[in-house]
């Protein structure tokens, strides 16, 4: 079945260091793949999204990349704020089942000043 | 535009007991999926709601069940509470592909 792979958190880093959070995937077909970001007592919010090969995602500086070769969806981020501390989802979604989001275990980052 | 919004925010029920959540989609959503996150479990699909059918089901027992309504609000029922029931309960909805949360509800079963 389709599954997601994270890096096993937590991630501690320093105010202003560059930021890699690996994500890969297992999926049929084309699946869409997701980015999400929940801050401590809050809902889930996306941060970026890619729906085919090699198309870049970006917001609020984060960026990835849709690697088919690789299944791969890693998040990077060339300078982390100590407002970037979360816990970082990585998703899919695959083409025949268009609700059901499929989540990797999380990534906590916490950034230190 | 306002958010998805889920009500309440906190709950805590004894065991045995059943318990109905509240989900309002953004306006011009007709889909609505339900997850439960839990610190073993991670975040776990549930089921998912478009225009009044449930078109997608994950893995759990008949003890949870959704329904959704004409104007695309979404409740979900869980019968006979177990204390592994203790979770955050997460709405989404979207139009397309994209789907957008609710702030969750806590539920606390002792």
């Known amino acids: 079945g389709n599954s997601v792979t994270q890096m096993e958190g937590p991630v501690t880093l320093s105010e202003e260091a560059f930021l890699t959070i690996n994500c890969t995937y297992t999926?049929?077909?084309?699946?869409?793949l997701f980015w999400y970001v929940q801050y401590p007592g809050e809902g889930l919010q996306l941060l970026l999204k890619?729906?085919?090969?090699?198309d870049k995602g970006s917001n609020k500086g984060f960026e990835a990349t849709y690697r088919k070769e690789t299944t791969s969806f890693h998040l990077e981020k060339g300078s982390v704020q100590v407002s970037d501390s979360a816990v970082y989802f990585c998703?899919?979604?695959?083409?025949?089942?268009?609700?059901?989001?499929?989540f990797g275990q999380g990534t906590e980052l916490s950034v230190k000043p | 535009k306002a958010g998805v919004t889920q009500t309440p925010r906190y709950l805590i029920k004894t065991r045995g007991q059943q318990v109905t959540l509240s989900c309002s989609p953004i306006?011009?959503?007709?889909?609505v999926s339900w997850y439960q996150q839990t610190p073993g479990q991670g975040l776990q699909f549930l089921f998912e709601?478009?225009?009044?059918?449930?078109?997608n089901k994950g893995n759990f027992p008949g003890r949870f069940s959704g329904r959704q309504f004409s104007n695309s609000r979404s409740e979900m029922n869980v019968s006979t509470l177990e204390l592994g029931d203790s979770a955050l309960y997460l709405c989404?909805?979207?139009?397309?592909?994209?789907?957008?949360f609710g702030p969750g509800t806590r539920l606390t079963v002792t």
């Open positions: 989404a909805s979207s139009r397309d592909y994209e789907q957008y």
């Open positions: 999926a049929t077909g084309y699946p869409s």
């Open positions: 890619a729906t085919k090969a090699d």
């Open positions: 998703a899919l979604i695959s083409g025949n089942q268009g609700g059901k989001l499929i």
């Open positions: 306006s011009g959503h007709r889909s």
């Open positions: 709601y478009f225009s009044e059918t449930q078109r």
